[in-house]
Each structure stands twice: as C-alpha cells, then as structure tokens.
C-alpha cells in the first residue's frame, strides 16, 4: 500500500523558536496533501490543503502566517510552526492522496509529529 | 456541511466481547465511509471503507453497512482481541474534484484480557 512517512515524529522546542515538519510520500505521487491537528480527546482537524506547485488553503481561524505550508515536490509537503508557543503543542498529521488513478477519498496517513513547546 | 457523529468513548470490553461503535453522519451528494484506525502511538491507518449505499466494508473482523436510508454506517465486530485496543476514526469523504475528508471524534476502545 501507499506508505507517507513524517519526520520528526517528537520535536520539543523552546518558545520563539521555529520547527519544520516534514511529510514524504514515499511510493507515490501526490499532488495534494493534508495537514492535520489532532487535540487531546477531540478529533483531527484539517488545517489546510497543500497543493503541489502552488499556494496551500488554509481552513478557517488557522493562521497561514504562523503555520507555513511548502509543496515543492510531488512527494514532500513541509509544515512550519513559525515563533512557536505552548499553545501550539500538539500532535500534527499529515496525509496524502495518489495523484495516479480513481480516487474514492481514502487518504494515506503518516505516523505523525508530537510537537511539543516549553 | 459535512458532518460525522460517533459514540463518545472510552468503551470498555472484555475479550472476546461484541462491539458495536456508532455512527451516523450529514452529507451533500454521494459520500465515501470510511473507518480509520489508531494504534497507540501511531498515525491513522485504513480499517475499511464504502463507496455507496448499502456496500459492506469489512477488514480484519471489523465490519461495517453503509445504510443511506439511516445516514449510518456502524462499526462490528463479533469477538475483539486486546490488540484491538485503539481510537476508531468514522470519515466521510466527498468527491466532486476535492478529496476532503471529514472525521467524527474517534472512539477509544480498550480491551481488557
């Protein structure tokens, strides 16, 4: 099957500082990737929509300036936490759709980046 | 919009116990279900999906009924095994050139030996 891989997968960081995740397709192509946050006891919640080439879609009450989201390849999206607060401590998720083939919604998950701000 | 309700957790079952984890969701058109699957510590996995009204996804022992005429689309299984302890994820996904998916609020599920 489809394999996405996240690195790192547990990042502590100091308050201000900024940190990259980044989320690799690793056997595909996809043209669109996801970002997702995932809340203590609540479900994920998409921050937006990477698009390869072009400018990622943010949802709604995310803040693209805090959250920078680069698609440069067909196989890695990069998710930057910009000037990062306890607040922003979270486990964040990335997935992936093949860009080849009928597409029925299934998405392909990596393992996930437990971020975590002092 | 789209939307997803399943059963608040945590549920609690003996081995070799019946599930039954619910769901039932709001959406425009012809959504895909799907039941994703988090084993502790990891990323979300694909447990088993539907396409249309009335298919039966089914993985694992884990199944599950697209009822279009009940907005529902249940999870079973007749014998859980401790390894079955996890968060259960129901999504809908919609089509019409935008994959986005939506996801209830996951359900934990412990098995206790």
């Known amino acids: 099957g489809a394999v996405v891989s996240q690195h790192p997968s547990r990042v502590i960081c100091k308050s201000g500082t900024s940190v990259k995740i980044e989320c690799r397709s690793l056997d595909f192509q996809a043209t669109t990737m996801f970002w997702y946050r995932q809340f203590p006891k609540k479900s994920l919640m998409l921050m937006a929509t990477?698009?390869?080439?072009?400018?990622?879609?943010?949802e709604q009450g995310v803040e693209k300036d805090k959250f920078l989201i680069n698609h440069a390849s067909l196989t890695l999206s990069t998710l930057t936490v910009t000037s990062a607060h306890p607040e922003d401590s979270s486990f964040y998720i990335c997935s992936a759709i093949p860009a080849a083939g009928a597409s029925t919604g299934e998405l392909f998950f990596g393992e996930g980046s437990r971020l975590t701000v002092l | 919009g789209d939307s997803v309700t399943q059963m608040e957790g945590p549920v609690t079952l003996s081995e070799e116990a019946f599930l039954t984890i619910n769901c039932t969701y709001t959406a425009t058109g012809y959504p895909s279900l799907f039941w994703y699957v988090q084993y502790p510590g990891e990323g979300l996995q694909l447990l088993l999906k539907?396409?249309?009204?009335?298919d039966k996804g089914s993985n694992k022992g884990f199944e599950a009924t697209y009822r279009k005429e009940t907005t529902s689309f249940h999870l079973e299984k007749g014998s859980v095994q401790v390894s079955d302890s996890a968060v259960y994820f129901c999504?809908?996904?919609?089509?019409?050139?935008?994959?986005?998916?939506?996801f209830g609020t996951g359900t934990k599920l412990q098995v206790i030996p």
């Open positions: 539907a396409t249309k009204a009335d």
């Open positions: 999504a809908l996904g919609n089509s019409g050139g935008y994959q986005k998916v939506t």
């Open positions: 990477s698009n390869e080439g072009s400018k990622a879609t943010y």
